[in-house]
């Protein structure tokens, strides 16, 4: 267990339709980072939070949104669902910005049909 | 902008054998950390080493070495002594200061019996 709890492990759900996707960091980080690893694009960043305020977006799209709660968890929503938006999203944090390494969750699968 | 390359799409290795698998990465940065990601079947992403670009000696973690040539921009990862287990996805990423983790295309290793 890497201490970054990542919930639900699986969800599948239609084109359209909106999900959320929860993070709980390790305790003690601040730092949440979301990444998207689908097999044509690799694993993309796609927004960073620390301690409550948004640090440095990747490439999100604008049809998804994140925001960390005061108890540091975070959550990514992503709507109007496309198949392309299949993927592993994964949740990372750390202490800091610095150039630590990040612990990741086990990651969300999302199967969009 | 910052860049890793790693040229081996698959690799294949004998069982009890050792490993290279190559990163090389592009930043002009001075300050920058260098790490490697397991990425097993079941998905998740297992921290193995980290190597700091200030560090003179090469990072070693068990069976996993971290082989730096800081001229060459070179970030090599050997396994020594491979086992089944072994059989993942290995991701070299780089972290610049502040910054978040780039991550290369990652190379598929098959651990023959």
């Known amino acids: 267990d890497s201490g970054v709890t990542q919930t639900p492990k699986h969800l599948i759900t239609a084109t359209g339709q909106r999900v959320t996707l929860r993070c709980s960091p390790r305790s003690g980080d601040l730092s949440v980072y979301w990444y998207q690893q689908s097999l044509d694009q690799g694993l993309q960043f796609l927004i960073q939070y620390y301690n409550g305020e948004e640090r440095a977006k990747g490439n999100i799209l604008e049809r998804f949104s994140a925001q960390q709660f005061p108890d540091l968890h975070s959550e990514l929503n992503l709507s109007s669902l496309e198949l392309g938006d299949s993927a592993l999203y994964f949740c990372?944090?750390?202490?800091?910005?610095?150039?630590?390494?990040?612990?990741f969750g086990s990651g969300t699968r999302l199967t969009v049909v | 902008a910052q860049k890793i390359t790693q040229t081996q799409p698959g690799m294949f290795v004998q069982e009890k054998e050792a490993v290279t698998l190559d990163c090389t990465y592009d930043t002009s940065d001075q300050s920058y950390g260098l790490f490697w990601y397991k990425q097993p079947s079941s998905g998740e992403m297992i921290f193995l080493i980290y190597q700091g670009s200030y560090d003179e000696q090469n990072a070693t973690e068990g069976r996993y070495s971290l082989n730096f040539q800081k001229a060459r921009k070179s970030a090599n990862l050997v396994i020594s002594a491979s086992q089944l287990g072994d059989s993942a996805m290995y991701f070299c990423a780089m972290r610049l200061h502040g910054q978040n983790f780039v991550f290369g295309p990652g190379t598929r290793l098959s651990v023959l019996p």
């Open positions: 990372a944090s750390s202490e800091d910005p610095g150039v630590v390494g990040y612990t």
